[in-house]
């Protein structure tokens, strides 16, 4: 093993200078007695020569593990051969900023809508049944069929911003849905991913 750690050194132009390993030696010497080093020593069959020798070896190999490592990291090149080969996952998708009220009994949900529909604030005619209101929330047709059901996705990205979608029935639930805000869905620029790129290729190893 000392030997293919040597051959690997001296090829990828790795070296270590008397000052490491004496540095290294004293380290050792401080933190063990000069008789508990000796009788190790005596132990092994080792001179202090083979101790230097091996401590060198131990030196070389960490030194050359981190070069090795080094040159494994992902360059710019490799970041923007990936984007390119995986566009499709950096894009964002259209979303709607919605407000879903969720209503067990169809009756509810039919008087809400009706509600509205008259004219009646969104947030103020949902209190009556759900008395803590409903949230908005940014979501994506694929978040909302997979939470509420393809129907009300449907009719959420059909209606303009402000409107209401009426009663929505799915195999999920009955609900009434009012969209507050649509926004459009871009392609992430290489510049905007590249540092996440380099971190996910780095991890794996280049």
Do not use: C, H
Not at 3 to 30: F, M, N, P, T, Y
Not at 82 to 89: G, I, M, R, S, V
Not at 128 to 138: D, E, F, L, P
């Amino acid at each position: 093993q000392q030997v293919l750690i040597k051959q690997g050194a001296d090829k990828e132009g790795v070296k270590v200078s008397k000052k490491e390993i004496d540095e290294r030696l004293a380290q050792i010497k401080k933190s063990t007695s000069k008789k508990q080093l000796d009788k190790t020593l005596k132990q092994m069959n080792w001179t202090m020569d083979d101790l230097k020798n091996m401590l060198e070896n131990q030196i070389l190999s960490t030194k050359l593990r981190e070069k090795v490592a080094k040159g494994t990291k992902p360059t710019e090149k490799d970041a923007k051969a990936y984007y390119e080969k995986n566009k499709k996952q950096y894009e964002v998708p259209d979303t709607v900023k919605v407000k879903i009220a969720t209503l067990p009994k169809k009756k509810d949900a039919d008087a809400l809508a009706a509600s509205v529909a008259g004219g009646e604030d969104f947030d103020k005619a949902v209190k009556k049944y759900i008395k803590s209101g409903v949230t908005a929330q940014q979501l994506g047709r694929d978040q909302i069929v997979g939470i509420y059901g393809k129907e009300l996705a449907d009719k959420a990205f059909e209606i303009k911003a402000g409107e209401v979608t009426g009663v929505v029935k799915t195999k999920n639930g009955t609900y009434v849905a009012k969209v507050e805000k649509k926004e459009k869905g871009k392609q992430k620029t290489f510049k905007e991913v590249k540092s996440e790129i380099e971190s996910m290729l780095e991890s794996q190893g280049g």
